[in-house]
Every structure is written in structure tokens, then in C-alpha cells.
């Protein structure tokens, strides 16, 4: 765990994660400010659960040291100068001050189940165990009537102070009340409206709550749309993927606990340290893209030399996120690393656009030249469809090079 931490930090210093020093002293100062007047109002508020990350982290044979390393790589991904990692640190064991509701809603649990079925945690996933959670129908003990008292004691208690984080997308099609919750029957449109109501913020983790995911899949019988289809008038954040990496859970809940706020977002609701690097930038393969180096089909030479995966239709140069970065299974491998290519799954309607094993030059997508050089903004501004083009016209260029290369 220590040696993958040390490797991250280098890893978010390696590939441009940087702050904005275009932002000044004054920025940082007044930040540094709001963000230690907020955990000295949570230090001094009673901790809605009884869980300590120092005990937890004890029993899992991590030390001090070794969590500092940790606040110091997170202190990198969330953007901020170094002098903020005794905040993060702080904010961290103040996690048990934030209460949480996590509903449930048309999924299949792999978030939950990303999370749970760790066999070595990471200190991400060890914080999302002392969170407080109120209410989680997959997890807790009570069920039918002493589940909705638990959940109507914790809107109370917390009233306008709780996240709402949600999992899976909401039927809002024929056949909505196939899908309810609990002993009255709400179905998950009025569960979602009316935990949401009383909520801080809500967070959507996973593609099928931020974007429908595959339940939205065409020819989506149940009209599955992603939480912020549903709810209006509330800060929203969506962490999306499949599952949705808990590092990125984590951040954003220790960007609540620090400032109270939500982080900033790009123009799908991402928060952009999370979501603000495309996966083809940070790819280990893309020098193979540049040289004109491709798999050409599975288990040639191309692919046991890990040359780039495009041309067997690898989205990475379409998807935004950071696992190319921050990976999975305590860093080990992610999905381009183990050989097969990006599905575009942090991305909107992703099962119909992009899980398919052609790049997309080759579908009947269409969408703006403009080539694989493009900001997350920048390049989802007006584009309703995949990206294939721009980088279809790279990729040829590529190959054309490659070739000449050989034929000297």
C-alpha cells in the first residue's frame, strides 16, 4: 500500500496534475482560510458515527506515516499546493462528522460491491468505511417499517446537512412502479424526491446514476435517466464509471468535508480533479498511437507488444477520467493495462456509443473534427455524439508514418 501511494504521488506529478498558480497567494491564503474554519465548526460538532480512522487504520497495520503519504498523493489530485496535506489529513478523520444516505435505486450494487469486496483496502476505501451511514437498504440490518423509521430519524437529525448518494438510475418510463422501495412502495422516482429534498448535495456514483448506464441502453423499456434528469434545485456531482473508482468517492467527499461546497465541475457534472484528463493523454500505450503501432487483432504481435489498442475500438481518446491514473486493485492494472481497450463507460449513453470493438471512424457516429488535442470542455461543448473524425484522421496519419518508418 505504501510503495503504491509513493508511486501515485509521482504518478499525479508525472502526468500534469498541477495547481493553478495563475490563481496567486491570495487565492490559496483566503482557500487555506475557509477550508480550516470549516474543520474547526466539524471538530467541534459531535461525530455522527463512532468509527476513527486512526483505530481503523491501526488494525489494518497502516501507520501514520504511511496515511500522511496518502493525504500528500491526495492533496496532489484535488489540485491544491502541498502546505493543504495537514488539512487533508485532518479532513480525513473528520469524515465521521458527515452523515451519509446512499440509496439504492435501478443497479446492480457493483459500487457498493467495488468497495466491499476489496480483500487490501486501500486508505480510500478504509475512509468510506467511518463515514457515517445512515441508511443503505443493501447493507443495513433493518428492513420494511424499521428501515424507513432509520431513514426518516436521519433526515431529521441531519436535516440539510446529510449527502445523498446515489446508485443506479431512476425508471421514469411505463412500468416505473415495478421498481419500489420499501414498506409504503415508493417507486425509486418519489424514494429519490424525497430523500433529496432534505439533502446538502446529492452525489450520483456509477454511470447508472449519473447518466442512466446501461438500463438506459436502447431501447430503454424503462425509461432509465440519470439522477440529475430527475432532481432540479440541488448541487449534483456525478462520479461516473463502472464501477466508479472509490478513490474518486473519497476525494469528493473530502472536498464536502474541507469545504462545505461542491467541487468544480465540468459541463457534465464531473468534478474535473477526477474527471479532467482524458485517457488517451495519460495512456501507457499512446506512444505506440503517435509511431503508427496497433493491435490488429487479438493475440497478434501487436497486442504481446502492447501497442495501442484504437484500432480494436479503444475509446480513450473520447473518455474522460483518471484511471489511467489512479487504476484499480490497489493500483495494479485497469482495463487498457490488462490488454483490452477503454469502453468509454464515465461517458454519457456509453453502452450504445462506445462498447462496441471498432474505432469509432468506423460507426455511423459523426461528431466535430478538431482530433484527440481537446479539453474536457472544450471538447464536450454541443457534442451529443462520439468522437471519430479527429481521431480517426490522427489514427491514419499514424499508421501512414508508421509505415514509412518501417519501409526505410
Not at 428501515?147 to 446508485?167: D, I, P, R, S, W
Not at 456509477?206 to 438506459?216: D, I, L, N, S
Amino acid at each position: 500500500m505504501v510503495e503504491r501511494r509513493e508511486a501515485l504521488a509521482k504518478m499525479f506529478s508525472a502526468k500534469g496534475v498541477k495547481v493553478d498558480t495563475n490563481r496567486g497567494e491570495e487565492y490559496y491564503d483566503s482557500l487555506m482560510k475557509t477550508m480550516t474554519k470549516r474543520l474547526d465548526e466539524l471538530e467541534k460538532s459531535p461525530a455522527a458515527s463512532r468509527a476513527s480512522i486512526q483505530n481503523l487504520l491501526e488494525s489494518e497495520g497502516v501507520t501514520r506515516r504511511d496515511f500522511m503519504k496518502w493525504a500528500s498523493a491526495t492533496c496532489a489530485a484535488l489540485m491544491l499546493p502541498s502546505s493543504f496535506t495537514p488539512l487533508i489529513a485532518q479532513a480525513a478523520e473528520l469524515m465521521n462528522r458527515v452523515p451519509i444516505i446512499w440509496l439504492e435505486l435501478q443497479d446492480c450494487a457493483g459500487n457498493s460491491e467495488a468497495i466491499l469486496r476489496s480483500d487490501a483496502p486501500t486508505i480510500d476505501e478504509l475512509l468510506l468505511e467511518i463515514i457515517s451511514l445512515e441508511f443503505h437498504e443493501t447493507l443495513m440490518v433493518a428492513a420494511g417499517h424499521q428501515a424507513e423509521g432509520q431513514l426518516a430519524n436521519a433526515m431529521e437529525t441531519f436535516k440539510g446537512k446529510y449527502l445523498c448518494v446515489v446508485e443506479g438510475s431512476i425508471p421514469m418510463g411505463a412500468g416505473k412502479e415495478w421498481c419500489t422501495v420499501g414498506a409504503k412502495g415508493e417507486t425509486f422516482e418519489e424514494h429519490l424526491r424525497h430523500v433529496a429534498k432534505d439533502a446538502a448535495a446529492l452525489v450520483a456514483v456509477g454511470t447508472c446514476a449519473t447518466f442512466g448506464g446501461v438500463p438506459a441502453a436502447s431501447p430503454n423499456p424503462t425509461g432509465a435517466v440519470g439522477v440529475q434528469d430527475v432532481i432540479t434545485g440541488k448541487p449534483i456531482i456525478n462520479i461516473p464509471a463502472c464501477p466508479a473508482n472509490p478513490a474518486n468517492i473519497t476525494g469528493t467527499i473530502l472536498h464536502f468535508v474541507l469545504t462545505g461546497q461542491v467541487p468544480e465541475l465540468d459541463h457534465l457534472n464531473r468534478p474535473k480533479f477526477d474527471f479532467g484528463y482524458r485517457i488517451h493523454d495519460n495512456c501507457e500505450r499512446r506512444a505506440h498511437f503517435d509511431a503508427g503501432e496497433f493491435v490488429e487483432e487479438w493475440g497478434d504481435k501487436g497486442a504481446q507488444n502492447n501497442f495501442c489498442l484504437y484500432k480494436m475500438g479503444c475509446k480513450g481518446p473520447m473518455t474522460f477520467n483518471n484511471c489511467s491514473i489512479v487504476r484499480y486493485n490497489e493500483g495494479v492494472n485497469w482495463p487498457i493495462g490488462a490488454g483490452h481497450g477503454c469502453i468509454g463507460c464515465s461517458e454519457p449513453q456509453f453502452w450504445d456509443k462506445y462498447a462496441q470493438e471498432r474505432p469509432m471512424a468506423d460507426t455511423h457516429f459523426k461528431a466535430p473534427t478538431g482530433g484527440v488535442e481537446k479539453s474536457v470542455d472544450e471538447f464536450g461543448l454541443g457534442l451529443l455524439t462520439a468522437a471519430g473524425i479527429g481521431i480517426g484522421i490522427h489514427a491514419v496519419s499514424s499508421i501512414i508514418a508508421g509505415k514509412k518508418e518501417g519501409d526505410e
